[in-house]
């Protein structure tokens, strides 16, 4: 049968659907040639705040970037331990160990995919009953665009004196007991790589806080860690700016966005609509908004998994696997580990199966996608 190739993203498709808007604002940037945190900087980071509700926004390099800067702040390091998910990106456990701390990984909810917070509350005891590490943070990662269970999460870091960190990564836009995901934790961490929901055209993210005095450390961070000058160091940093031209990007997306993000659930209706009969579609974590970075289905066993990747591929319909491995078992963290079997995390990372969603696709492509899934 010959088709349409349905691709996993589509940024050729998305250029021309923006028009002129990402051009015209870049050509102001090259007009002025403040590169390095010229106004477009100051402009993004002052809508995202009022886009989210957070009182300070802090553009930076990346979404790993955004996560040290915002451990740095902590001054997590040598004999911490920081809790996160083990099915996750690999950044969100990369950054702990290159600060030289440990990460320590939790289970997840067979469910939602998010961290499982009575396992969180087990793996913190056991830390502390060892008594070799410091527990210091929790990372709290929106998996797939889906919130983490924030109100649970903020208890066990109240009771347990730790620093609360939201990896937004993947959920920018999301929405959690009605409003945008932003404030949940201490901070929040988003990415703006091309494939996140709300993508930029290179590297970039940024960190948001209401706490005024860690908005200026995040911003003497990603700076050096200068002072009120350039040339006053206070604290060992990194170079972590957004770019400009980065900036510019985003700004003119950012009118775009909402729209996106509509369109991203319309294509989880449908999916869910047509395919909950032969497949187990996501379960929607309650009270929230999930921004769809990902819209992932399980299957039986690895074995029914590639079964049908194959049989897409042969009707030219990408797929994905987030993730095919948990990073408790990755080869980089797997010496961090202690050797615990984390059984959610071990099956799902074998059943699971990422579909298109991004929202170029047409219903036609989606349906395309649903008759070759159930044919
Ligand atoms: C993408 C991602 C990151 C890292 O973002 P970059 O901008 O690529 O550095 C961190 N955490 C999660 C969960 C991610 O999906």
Redesign the pocket.
Known sequence: MVSNTISFLDLKKQQLRLGNAVKNRVAQVLSHCQFILGPEVQELEERLALYVGAKFCIGVS??????QIALMAENIGAGDAVFLPAF??T??AEVPLVLGATPVFVDIDPETFQIDPTHLRLCIKKIRDEGKLTPRAIIG?D?FGQPAPWDILRQIAQQEQLFLLD?C??SFGGMYQGHKLGTEADAT?T???PS?PFGGYG???AIFTNDPEKAEIYRSLRSHGEGKTRYQVLRTGMNGRLDTIQAAVLLAKLDFFDAELTRREEIACLYDQHLASVVQVPVRVPHSQSAW?IYSILLPDEHARTELQNKLKEHNIATAIYYPLPLHQQPAYCNSHDGSVLPVSERISKQILALPIHPELTDEEVLQIIHAIKG
């Open positions: 990346s979404g790993t970037d955004a996560i996750t990106y950044a969100t990662v998996l990896d990564a993947q961490v990415s703006f790589f996140k590297d970039g993210g970075a």
